[in-house]
């Protein structure tokens, strides 16, 4: 069946942990008639948490897609929408969710406004280019604040929000909504579980403070759409809601404006109107740009694809999970058609993959379908060779999408299996989880005989540590969690030569490189167009045929090899240019094996003469705590090396903001909960990578 992409939709739910995110989800699949009963996520029955993890804590740990049609204007329509979680530790489920949507509604709490992870997700958004409607969340909450919240996304966020509804009160006081477009107010029956909803005329006292908050709406829908203009300035109240509906469609496609909309999800009040938010503002996939690649074959050329069936096929596989019934890759179809049974390219690889079935999903159910066409998200069963960012295309017209940004893992803890039969089975485990989550990463040191587990924070690990005893059934000890430090050059170091000769008889090796090495920024290595890799740009500089060109990609491989095991502490080495000037080799002996070793050695040589140095991470802790308590938190934070970058005062609470080094971190939840008798919270998130104090560097190279 061809489906109309009119009337799809492609949309995320993402915000700070604890906004509502799920809350939310769960009434979306209650309204449109994909569940029967709304599941709650504090009582352990939110359809879109359900791995035992999930229930258990309340949270959502894996981004869950779900299919479901709404009924509005007289069309049903279609939306695929993923559920992700807000914890930082999991950020590269919102990463890889948003790579493949096209649009996404953002959730505020309606007391805090804008949170520290609200702003990773916007960043997250912004580098994908991904429209967004707002949706400020639990005005029933005492202390929400419709005002504050709004202005928070435009002072903290730098986005140009537009209010289209307004709260009709707050807290325990809040009723139903207005809306601005058609200015009238709506009301949700509570004992229909706010399935039937109520028009009825605006409450004379929030009349005028509806009819200031519209003037601004028409406003600023004028200036989206220039053909409103002569007509605001001659009559704004000719204006229809169909053309502001119009204008603001436009703005937010263009990523111009974000329209804002409020409610209780708890109370079941405004998601309906939320939902019509999507399909009136939110681009279907023929609205978004046409999606860029490159010809795998022929270096540098950009190839596009529409996104129509006709098109050649195109897919990005986002996700990948392991269960009873087989490995499920989870994609996103871009143009063209896939009927089951196909026959596909793995252009990343170089490797055809076959897609024995393929499924719409809903949570941890699935739905058989014959074939999926452009603009649709699906999961398939088959691939053999696939993992998360790689592209899947027709064989005969091959291209290769943007893949997937994944961050660098700041935590690690050592591993090791109870028995010997856990040993291989442990092996098979990491392997697997690492597949379905690349954020995940693990090595074994064969100098310690040690395996250590690398991830995104404590409660990532833990999370790992459990699926492999919990699911798995591996036993396994596990290590205290180590900050994964970086090392750097400061200086720099010219004419640093690498030397490989080795002669044992017959014919031997020889490889002979001359390089410099100098720091560099990741923003320094875009401006001047250098490609960085994990960290270290290479450019080639050889003229004169010093090294034959067939050698120069070995020496690129041993410098990068090097790079990744470390000249200090064995920490990868990240922010270094290295450029290759010189050298030379010998007609016989010269082999790509010692091009690359002679690459290892100049650049260990090169970084130890450019004085090498230790970077630690660095998290923006963000901590809020009743005013009393602002003099201990602080000094606590100041003995833990932290800098304190704001503070704000909201009411009676004092939100802080600070940097602080992650190794001084571990346990500090249950430390702020003993400095401020329980009363005040934290969250943090990696922020950046900064030089340590040479005293501490000390002390931790020597406990490595």
């Given at each position: 069946m061809t489906v109309d992409l009119e009337r799809v939709r492609n949309i995320g739910i993402c915000a700070h942990i604890?906004?509502?995110?799920?809350?939310?989800?769960?009434?979306?699949?209650?309204?449109?008639?994909?569940?029967?009963?709304?599941?709650?996520?504090?009582?352990?029955?939110?359809?879109?948490d359900f791995l035992a993890e999930e229930q258990e804590r309340g949270i959502t740990i894996q981004a869950a897609a779900t299919t479901c049609p709404w009924e509005y204007n007289g069309h049903t329509y279609t939306i695929n929408l993923i559920d992700t979680p807000g914890h930082v530790d999991f950020t590269i489920e919102v990463e890889r969710s948003l790579r493949v949507l096209d649009g996404a509604v953002a959730i505020f709490d309606g007391k805090e406004g804008v949170?520290?992870?609200?702003?990773?997700?916007?960043?997250?958004?912004?580098?994908?280019?991904?429209?967004?409607?707002?949706?400020?969340?639990?005005?029933?909450?005492?202390?929400?604040?419709?005002?504050?919240?709004?202005?928070?996304?435009?002072?903290?966020?730098?986005?140009?929000?537009?209010?289209?509804?307004l709260p009709i009160g707050s807290g325990n006081d809040f009723e139903g909504i207005i809306d601005l477009v058609e200015m009238k107010a709506y009301y949700f029956d509570a004992g229909e579980m706010g399935a039937i909803v109520e028009q009825r005329p605006i409450p004379e006292e929030l009349v005028e403070t509806a009819t200031l908050w519209r003037h601004q709406l028409v406003e600023q829908a004028a200036d989206l759409d220039e053909s409103l203009t002569e007509q605001y300035i001659e009559d704004e109240y000719s204006i229809k809601p169909e053309q502001i509906k119009a204008a603001l469609r436009i703005g937010t496609r263009e990523l111009r404006c974000t329209p804002v909309?409020?409610?209780?999800?708890?109370?079941?009040?405004?998601?309906?109107?939320?939902?019509?938010?999507?399909?009136?503002?939110?681009?279907?996939?023929?609205?978004?740009?046409?999606?860029?690649?490159?010809?795998?074959?022929?270096?540098?050329?950009?190839?596009?694809?529409?996104?129509?069936?006709?098109?050649?096929?195109?897919?990005?596989?986002?996700?990948?999970?392991?269960?009873?019934?087989?490995?499920?890759?989870?994609?996103?179809?871009?143009?063209?058609?896939?009927?089951?049974?196909?026959?596909?390219?793995?252009?990343?690889?170089?490797?055809?993959?076959?897609?024995?079935?393929?499924?719409?999903?809903?949570?941890?159910?699935r739905q058989p379908l014959d074939s999926v066409g452009a603009g649709q998200i699906v999961a398939v069963i088959g691939l053999k060779h696939s993992a998360t960012g790689d592209t899947l295309c027709d064989i005969d017209k091959p291209i290769i999408l943007e893949r997937i940004h994944f961050p660098d893992p700041v935590i690690t803890m050592s591993i090791e299996p109870q028995t010997n039969d856990d040993k291989k089975k442990l092996s098979d485990a990491m392997a697997v989880i690492h597949r379905e989550d690349p954020s995940f990463q693990f090595s074994f040191n064969e100098e310690t005989g040690e395996t250590v587990i690398a991830g995104m924070g404590e409660l990532h690990l833990e999370i790992v540590k459990n699926k492999l005893m919990r699911d798995r059934k591996i036993a396994v000890n596990v290590g205290t969690?180590?900050?994964?430090?970086?090392?750097?050059?400061?200086?720099?170091?010219?004419?640093?030569?690498?030397?490989?000769?080795?002669?044992?008889?017959?014919?031997?090796?020889?490889?002979?490189?001359?390089i410099n090495v100098r720091h560099i920024t990741k923003d320094e290595a875009a401006e001047q167009e250098i490609q960085?890799?994990?960290?270290?740009?290479?450019?080639?500089?050889?003229?004169?045929?010093?090294?034959?060109?067939?050698?120069?990609?070995?020496?690129?491989?041993?410098?990068?090899?090097?790079?990744?095991?470390?000249?200090?502490?064995?920490?990868?080495?990240?922010?270094?240019?290295?450029?290759?000037?010189?050298?030379?080799?010998?007609?016989?002996?010269?082999s790509q094996i010692a091009f690359e070793q002679a690459g290892a050695l100049a650049f260990r040589e090169g970084c130890t003469r450019a004085r090498i140095a230790l970077l630690e991470p660095i998290m923006k802790v963000?901590?809020?705590?009743?005013?009393?308590?602002?003099g201990p938190v602080s000094g606590d934070l100041a003995s833990r090396r932290g800098q304190i970058v704001e503070t704000d005062l909201r009411g009676n609470l004092r939100v802080i903001t600070a940097d602080v080094p992650l190794s001084e971190m571990f346990g500090y939840t249950t430390i702020l909960r003993g400095i401020t008798q329980g009363r005040a919270s934290s969250s943090m998130e990696p922020s950046k990578y900064r030089l340590m104090p040479d005293r501490l560097r000390d002390e931790i190279l020597a406990r490595t």
């Open positions: 604890d906004a509502g995110k799920t809350t939310v989800t769960e009434r979306v699949l209650f309204y449109t008639g994909r569940s029967y009963k709304i599941g709650e996520v504090h009582e352990g029955t939110a359809t879109m949170e520290a992870q609200s702003e990773t997700v916007w960043r997250q958004a912004d580098r994908y280019e991904v429209p967004r409607i707002c949706f400020i969340n639990k005005m029933d909450k005492i202390g929400a604040d419709f005002e504050f919240s709004f202005k928070s996304i435009r002072e903290r966020l730098g986005a140009h929000p537009i209010a289209v509804q909309f409020c409610g209780a999800a708890l109370k079941n009040i405004g998601i309906q109107r939320v939902l019509n938010g999507v399909i009136d503002y939110l681009p279907n996939p023929t609205e978004v740009k046409e999606i860029q690649g490159i010809h795998p074959r022929k270096e540098g050329e950009i190839v596009t694809r529409p996104p129509s069936e006709d098109a050649p096929f195109s897919a990005l596989v986002f996700k990948v999970v392991s269960d009873t019934h087989g490995e499920l890759s989870y994609m996103r179809v871009y143009s063209g058609k896939l009927t089951k049974g196909t026959r596909l390219l793995n252009s990343n690889v170089n490797k055809k993959e076959n897609v024995s079935r393929i499924f719409e999903m809903h949570a941890k159910d969690p180590r900050v994964s430090y970086r090392e750097t050059v400061t200086g720099a170091a010219n004419d640093v030569r690498g030397k490989f000769v080795k002669q044992t008889g017959g014919r031997g090796q020889f490889g002979d490189v001359v960085m890799v994990d960290g270290v740009a290479f450019v080639d500089k050889i003229s004169g045929g010093a090294i034959p060109r067939e050698y120069i990609p070995s020496v690129r491989t041993g410098i990068r090899n090097a790079a990744k095991s470390g000249i200090l502490g064995g920490y990868p080495v990240v922010n270094i240019l290295v450029e290759l000037v010189d050298g030379s080799h010998h007609e016989v002996d010269s963000v901590i809020l705590t009743p005013d009393e308590y602002f």
